[in-house]
């Protein structure tokens, strides 16, 4: 996604967005205009307190309520509801809708420990300092190697076991905080990312053009494509983050998981005021 400086309609390619006069994003349109119900967009509106109201495409429109504390209650959109449920700190702990139910569960910390549903369980590990350094699932399983050094520490290398092989992955992060390159079982990637970090194409080492990457605004739906099918699968997700570190449909944002579906993250922000 590219963003302005104004906060108002910016363009990428045949993209176009619409912002309001506070900066929230109300619509993404993937041509010059989209005046018809059957153009490819998607709209968003919002509530005074800022939470998502309704998401528009031309499929049908998906409808957000939200409880007496703020949180996400109901999602009601063209292929059913979906409900969300909490526990007294804010933290999600369940969801059940058309793709059947999940269950959140967290560990003494407040830090996401495991995922259920239908797919399995994953479970997730961390150290002192309370980095997500292990992650177990259906899958397979991964473990993550990260550099203190810095304002963040930033992840340098991924082990995923399938079972049957091991994928090592190395990563050089720039001083902007976005990955310079990633290494993949010795194949070099260097990943072509948006303004605000989102990996959208990643090339090899000598400059040919391996894998392209979209996805919303909100970083739901993420499709890659392989130009080079030879080519090792990227390691990188929204917002410059570690595919690998994030249960099926989340994606794990160091201090918080968060979930694009929706645009809303697993917990409360743990830096806000009480």
Not at 105 to 111: L, P, T
Not at 213 to 218: E, G, H, L
């Amino acid at each position: 996604m590219r963003v302005d400086d104004s906060g108002t309609a910016a363009t990428h390619g045949t993209v176009i967005y619409g912002y309001d006069a506070t900066g929230r994003l109300l619509e993404e349109c993937h041509q010059v205009t989209c005046d018809q119900p059957t153009d490819p967009f998607t709209r968003w509106t919002y509530d005074d307190a800022g939470r998502r109201v309704t998401e528009t495409t031309p499929e049908g429109t998906t409808t957000y309520t939200h409880d007496t504390d703020g949180n996400l209650a109901t999602a009601a959109g063209p292929e059913g509801t979906t409900t969300y449920t909490y526990d007294p700190a804010g933290r999600r702990i369940a969801e059940d809708g058309p793709d059947g139910p999940r269950v959140y569960a967290w560990d003494a910390a407040g830090r996401l420990a495991a995922v259920i549903d239908g797919a399995g369980v994953t479970t997730f590990g961390y150290d002192g300092d309370g980095t997500r350094i292990e992650l177990s699932g259906p899958d397979g399983d991964v473990a993550l190697t990260w550099d203190p050094n810095g304002t963040l520490a930033q992840p340098v290398a991924v082990a995923f076991d399938d079972g049957t092989t091991v994928t090592d992955t190395t990563l050089a992060w720039a001083s902007t905080g976005v990955p310079a390159w990633v290494e993949v079982d010795g194949a070099l990637q260097v990943s072509h990312a948006d303004q605000v970090w989102n990996p959208t194409a990643h090339t090899d080492h000598t400059g040919a053009l391996t894998h392209t990457t979209t996805a919303d605004p909100w970083g739901h739906d993420p499709s890659v494509s392989n130009v080079d099918p030879g080519a090792p699968d990227p390691a990188l997700g929204f917002s410059a983050t570690i595919a690998a570190a994030s249960a099926d449909g989340l994606v794990h944002m160091r201090a918080r998981d968060y979930d694009p579906t929706t645009g809303e993250f697993l917990t409360p922000d743990p830096w806000q005021r009480p």
